[in-house]
């Protein structure tokens, strides 16, 4: 079946330190993986995207690689913001376009 | 992207009444839209596939009775919780567009 399991939170880091959020999944076929930003009180916001094998998604200073041998899909910044403090999901969607979601890590950047 | 809207963000009501909420499509025809539920800190879980003409499908462990989805049109999917409980107090978020990216903003339910 399809599952996505990701780090637990929550992650406090100071500003302009280095982000990473790790992700792997398991599926059937061949998803796409996506990380979405949850802001407080919001919906979802589609962070960044990946298609297919080595493939690399990237938005607004974060990316992530699609790694099909290690099954992952791992969350990086080089150089957090406070105003990056969120709640960010890695999600898969395999065929039927159904998503299955990690459960969130929260992410606090303090001053 | 695709645009999708909720209405509406946010609804309090009482223990037993019927709470509608809608998931517009803005820019695009959907002939498929989901619903996800999604408990306080924790992760979103889909409840069902509304399907344009057709009837929902549900998710195990979903009362299709007490969740009811209507798909009428290319642009409108609702849910309906009937005779709300305060366990049904949640944030409910539809997704569609293409690939069904696209989430809406998403509505707060809270039932007293």
């Known amino acids: 079946g399809n599952s996505v399991t990701q780090m637990e939170g929550p992650v406090t880091l100071s500003e302009e330190a280095f982000l990473t959020i790790n992700c792997t999944y398991t599926a059937t076929g061949y998803p796409s993986l996506f990380w979405y930003v949850q802001y407080p009180g919001e919906g979802l916001q589609l962070l960044l995207k990946a298609t297919k094998a080595d493939d690399k998604g990237s938005n607004k200073g974060f990316e992530a690689t699609y790694r099909k041998e290690t099954t992952s899909f791992h969350l990086e910044k080089g150089s957090v913001q406070v105003s990056d403090s969120a709640v960010y999901f890695c999600a898969l969607s395999a065929s039927g376009n159904q998503f299955y979601f990690g459960t969130g890590t929260s992410l606090t950047v303090i001053p | 992207g695709a645009v999708v809207s909720q209405h509406p963000s946010r609804v309090i009501c009482k223990s037993g009444t019927s709470v509608k909420i809608e998931c517009r499509s803005l820019?695009?025809?959907?002939?498929?839209m989901f619903w996800y539920r999604q408990f306080p800190k924790q992760s979103l879980m889909l409840m069902a596939t509304?399907?344009?003409?057709?009837?929902?499908?549900?998710e195990q462990g979903v009362e299709k009775d007490k969740f009811l989805i209507n798909h009428a049109s290319l642009t409108l999917s609702t849910l309906t919780v009937t005779s709300a409980h305060p366990e049904d107090s949640s944030f409910y978020i539809c997704s569609g567009g293409p690939r069904a990216q696209y989430f809406g903003p998403g509505t707060r339910l809270l039932v007293l």
């Open positions: 820019d695009f025809q959907a002939t498929t």
């Open positions: 509304s399907n344009e003409g057709s009837k929902a499908t549900y």
